[in-house]
């Protein structure tokens, strides 16, 4: 694991990093080992600033359950809020990030896939979530994503969301005929949807409530999950002694209940049925 001495340059001079002195929805930082980190050293990890309820940026800190999940880990590596850089990852550039050194760590609804193992560590995961569909609150056809057939789907890039419905069943997909649109984030796929470029937008369940909290008279979940996404901690190839680490602290933030508290505090107002328990860890290579 990379360690940063506070002031020193960041690698990937491009992505925006923020030091906060406290962060997240809820009350999040474990205990640690009480010193940390020591010396000034700091912790870069990776969120979403785009997702209401996972990670949204707001001012000048991201906060929602990734962000507080994100927390929680770096104070039991012994790593205070303050101790914390964070830095925004998109879906396209997260392998990357991990790759480069830009970041320690990402906590971005970064679903675990064999595919992404040829290429980065996970732990976790520490929540795994469905995958649903979100469409126009007048839109009645979508019920299911059988009805995507001839609709224009929109998943945001680095993401396997549409990949799922669109791939054959032989590619692990439904192998449903839908015309796909990729955008950059999905907060530019709900911008689409809302004047009528794509017909509907598909990913985890868990980031589709939050735009949906967001303007309720706008958008309708089809509330018909299918699969599941396992999301993990994504770290760089070799890094099984921080892995064991942070499954270690993913362990007792469901065992203290804090990880309950984190989704009540990003979805307790919204009525999305979140799931209320640990999901199995997948162990370390």
Known sequence: ????????????????????????????GGGGNGDGGGNGDTITIGVKYDQPGLGLLEGSAPAGFDVDVATYIAGELG??????????????????????????????TYSITDERKNVVDFAGPYYVAQQDIIVSADNTD????EDLDGKVLCSASGSRSANNIV??????????????REA???????????????????????????????????????????????YGVGLPKGSTEMCEQVNEAITKMWEEGKTLEFLDSAFGSTGFAYAEEQPALEGCA
């Open 167 to 180: 791939d054959s069943e032989e590619e692990g997909g439904l192998g449903i005929g839908a015309e796909l």
């Open 1 to 28: 694991m990379r360690i940063r001495r506070t002031g020193a340059a960041l690698a990937g001079a491009s992505a925006l990093a923020l030091t906060l002195a406290s962060c997240g929805t809820a009350d999040v």
């Open 79 to 108: 790593y205070s809020p303050d101790q914390i850089e964070w830095t925004e990852a998109a879906s396209a550039n997260r392998e990357t990030f991990l790759q480069q050194g830009t970041v320690d760590m990402i906590v971005a």
């Open 142 to 145: 979508i019920q299911g994503p």
């Open 184 to 230: 950059g984030n999905y907060s530019e796929c709900m911008e689409l949807l809302a004047n009528g470029t794509v017909d509907a937008v598909t990913t985890d369940n868990t980031i589709l409530a939050g735009f949906a909290a967001q303007n309720p008279d706008a958008y309708r979940m089809v509330n018909n999950p299918f699969g599941e996404e396992k």
